[in-house]
């Protein structure tokens, strides 16, 4: 099938790996103060109904260049790097995997995307009508019993018209689901998991903070005034790392050692299983060394 047939069909649902799922969770409650955002690779597969199906294999965190509440934007220079590493995955895998789409959070709002949202989506749609976009709600809570939920929703815009002959954007909501990854190819040009990526990424980000809020003081300086907002620089950046250390590493050390747990003990049944039926000769046909 040619590009040109891929490039007219609709956007049917989204699949995404269980890992990158996980990443997007766990990079969305890392601030419930600011929108955090990144990129989703992988391919639309069409079927015979010309209706394309993306699934998505990896996800790129990206560093966000305009801080404020509402607002996430990202330079050039990353969104080029993202298109960089789909084209690594293509060609060492002989696929065409390519950037497919986008997600952000939304701390203490609902899910529904924003006119902006809407807007951005829009402008990706016309350079490939199958890219969509996902909204991860957190921090939500309900009045009622003080309780948090999470919700996620995949979409994409379209115009309508109203009665007075405006046209107006709407979000057309897309069905996604969640497989083990597992059950999907995954991209073998990014080995180490995006999940494990996040600390990383989120440090690097808080450095350059610092590191651009430090310029702007003036070190020779000696008024109360400028050391007063030098140790508030200090303790803010402290404070962001406390928070980071808290959210993302903390858990994600309670998962691995959660997950290190499990693997040892399927280990252990599979050694168990191997004994049993006689295939294991002497240490050498041990699967693993448990000791």
């Not at 294999?57 to 969104?79: C, F, G």
């Not at 949202?117 to 709600?137: H, V, Y």
């Not at 309900?142 to 995949?154: A, E, G, H, P, V």
């Not at 998991?193 to 600390?199: A, D, E, V």
Request: some cysteine; hydrophobic content about 35%.
């Amino acid at each position: 099938m040619n590009m040109s047939q891929f490039g007219t069909s609709r956007l049917k649902c989204v699949v995404l790996t269980s890992q990158v799922y996980s990443t997007c969770i766990l990079h969305a409650l890392s601030t419930e103060k600011e929108e955090v955002m990144g990129l989703f690779l992988g391919e639309w597969q069409v079927n015979p109904t010309h209706e394309a199906i993306a699934y998505v294999t990896d996800s790129m965190i990206l560093q966000r260049s305009d801080k404020r509440k509402d607002r996430v934007e990202v330079s050039p220079e990353q969104l080029h790097l993202a298109v960089l590493q789909a084209e690594s995955a293509s060609k060492e895998q002989g696929r065409h995997i390519r950037v497919i789409g986008w997600y952000h959070s939304h701390p203490h709002i609902t899910v529904y995307p924003s006119d902006v949202d809407l807007a951005t989506q829009e402008r990706q749609q016309q350079l490939d009508p199958r890219f969509f976009g996902s909204i991860f709600s957190c921090f939500d809570e309900n009045q009622q019993d003080q309780s948090q939920r999470l919700q996620t929703i995949c979409f994409q815009s379209k115009r309508l018209a109203n009665p007075s002959g405006f046209e107006r954007l709407k979000s057309a909501e897309i069905p996604f689901g969640v497989a083990p990854a597992a059950l999907t190819r995954t991209l073998l040009a990014n080995p180490q998991p995006p999940l494990y990526q996040l600390p990383a990424s989120l440090l690097d980000e808080l450095k350059q903070l610092y590191q651009v809020q430090c310029s702007t003081s003036d070190p020779a300086s000696s008024s109360l005034a400028q050391r007063f907002c030098s140790s508030r620089t200090q303790l803010e950046y402290i404070n962001h790392l406390s928070v980071l250390a808290e959210h993302v590493l903390l858990p994600l050390l309670t998962s691995l050692a959660q997950r290190r747990h499990q693997q040892r003990e399927e280990l252990k049944a599979l050694q168990s299983r191997l004994d049993y039926q006689g295939h294991a000769v002497g240490n050498s046909d041990s699967l693993v060394n448990l000791e």
